[in-house]
């Protein structure tokens, strides 16, 4: 892919994620000094459309970031970034706090991952079948997940958690990241993607984490999250642990 449609499909996205509205030439031409004249960028958008990396929701609307256009983002445009020394800070002091609240660590690190995320989060022992979730009403207030259809599916989700997380488990590698995006989705959320890490710990059990929420989601944010969380939560010695978050 050419320079200026890299910069094109990347706004286009960064635009998408922040407006949920599907992102017109116009908009583009207005808000992005590309260099470029208004013809260039629409045709270039045309071809980007051809290839299968944005698509038009109907007749006169912007363009959509297609499955096919996120997965290049992740892999061949996203910045890679790391939290803070602050961001860190934060999360490490809500974790304590939450750990002298609360007795079931399953139950802390759920509401850490809900309110540092503002999302829904579901975190438990494997081994155990300890699980507890937190956020789900925030994570419905989003735009995706509003139809019915979506609601059932991830009601349907929560309710047969245990199983999805053994199925979840099957599908990636000790110590190493994954991302899904919509129809990749191993638990059949197509609209929307997950990003999943899986662990070891010192005493030999393993810890899984996952961030499940729309294909808009803050990859390289979310990324950062779950790699500090990781070390974080290794030597808490958390064994289970996912976040389904919507934030981009």
Known sequence: MEERAKNI??????EYANTVRPVSSLALV??????LSPATIRNEMLELEKENYIFQPHTSAGRIPTDKGY????????KKRTLSKREQQIVYKEFLELRAKYNRLAQVTSKLLSSMSHSLAISGF?????????GIAELLKEPEFRNLEEICKIVSIIDH?????NQISKKIKKNSLEIYIGKENPIKLD????IISEFELTTGNYGLIA?????????ARNISLIDYLTRL???????FLIILSFEL
């Open 30 to 35: 207005k808000k992005y000094n590309f260099g």
């Open 233 to 239: 939560l290794t030597s808490g010695g958390l064994i």
């Open 9 to 14: 499909l990347s706004a286009i996205i960064y």
């Open 126 to 134: 494997l081994n155990e079948g300890e699980i507890c979730d937190c």
């Open 71 to 78: 997965r290049f983002y992740v892999d061949s445009l996203m």
């Open 161 to 165: 958690l245990e199983e999805n997380i």
């Open 211 to 219: 961030i499940i929420g729309p294909k808009r989601m803050r990859y």
């Open 191 to 194: 609209n929307c993607s997950m």
